[in-house]
Antibody, heavy 115, light 108 residues
Framework: EVQLVESGGGLVQPGGSLRLSCAAS????????MSWVRQAPGQGLEWVSA????????YYADSVRGRFTVSRDNSRNTLFLQIDSLRADDTAVYYC????????WGQGTLVTVSS | EIVLTQSPGTLSLSPGEGATLSCRAS???????FAWYQQKPGQAPRLLLYGTSNRATGIPDRFIGSGSGTDFTLTISRLEPEDFAVYYCHQIERSPRTFGQGTKMEIK
């Protein structure tokens, strides 16, 4: 059974940093592209970032480029999102998702940016 | 950036009726690079259709996707109570990948 479990969210002050993790199991993680998608409270889905299976290429939404960094550790079956210079409008549930089309999603981790 | 515009914003229907949801792209999207997702309150989204018309695992055949270029459609025949949710279209043709703003389907 495919499982994606996010962690690392929490309350952080504007300008702060967090590192989100997504632990994957039940599939060949090293062969799958992975993505992060976020959803602000009461809002729609916003694609954030993606990474190819071997970390050759990373992709970012304009709203996060330069502040967010996606990475992965295929030996630990884990996806990461380093988020720096956090702003209030980064407040959202952050989901990790598997594949080019997201056939599996985690349950999400909530990031709240507030002073 | 490819902007996806969904219509209508809200659809009020009764169980047993059919539904048609539209998604228009600001630039042409290859059919193989287009998808639909369903999201229920408090849950993560679920993949419904990928490559425009291919149903994901476990998706019933009342969900039908069609379209090409800049116009895509999700048709749901014979609505079941569990179909009332928010639906999002999505393209992976070009980075940044984008989602539509969503269509909320509610019980009339």
């Amino acid at each position: 059974e495919v499982q994606l479990v996010e962690s690392g969210g929490g309350l952080v002050q504007p300008g702060g940093s967090l590192r989100l993790s997504c632990a994957a199991s039940g599939f060949t993680f090293s062969a799958s592209s992975m993505s992060w998608v976020r959803q602000a409270p009461g809002q729609g889905l916003e694609w954030v970032s993606a990474i190819t299976p071997g970390s050759e290429t990373t992709y970012y939404a304009d709203s996060v480029r330069g502040r967010f960094t996606v990475s992965r550790d295929n030996s630990r079956n884990t996806l990461f999102l380093q988020i720096d210079s956090l702003r209030a409008d980064d407040t959202a549930v952050y989901y990790c998702a598997k594949g080019g089309f997201y056939d599996h999603w985690g349950q999400g981790t909530l990031v709240t940016v507030s002073s | 950036e490819i902007v996806l515009t969904q219509s209508p914003g809200t659809l009020s229907l009764s169980p047993g009726e059919g539904a048609t949801l539209s998604c228009r792209a600001s630039q042409s999207v290859s059919s193989g690079l287009f998808a639909w997702y369903q999201q229920k309150p408090g849950q993560a989204p679920r993949l419904l259709l990928y490559g425009t018309s291919n149903r994901a695992t476990g998706i019933p055949d009342r969900f039908i996707g069609s379209g090409s270029g800049t116009d895509f459609t999700l048709t749901i025949s014979r609505l079941e109570p569990e179909d009332f949710a928010v639906y999002y279209c999505h393209q992976i043709e070009r980075s940044p990948r984008t989602f539509g703003q969503g269509t909320k389907m509610e019980i009339k």
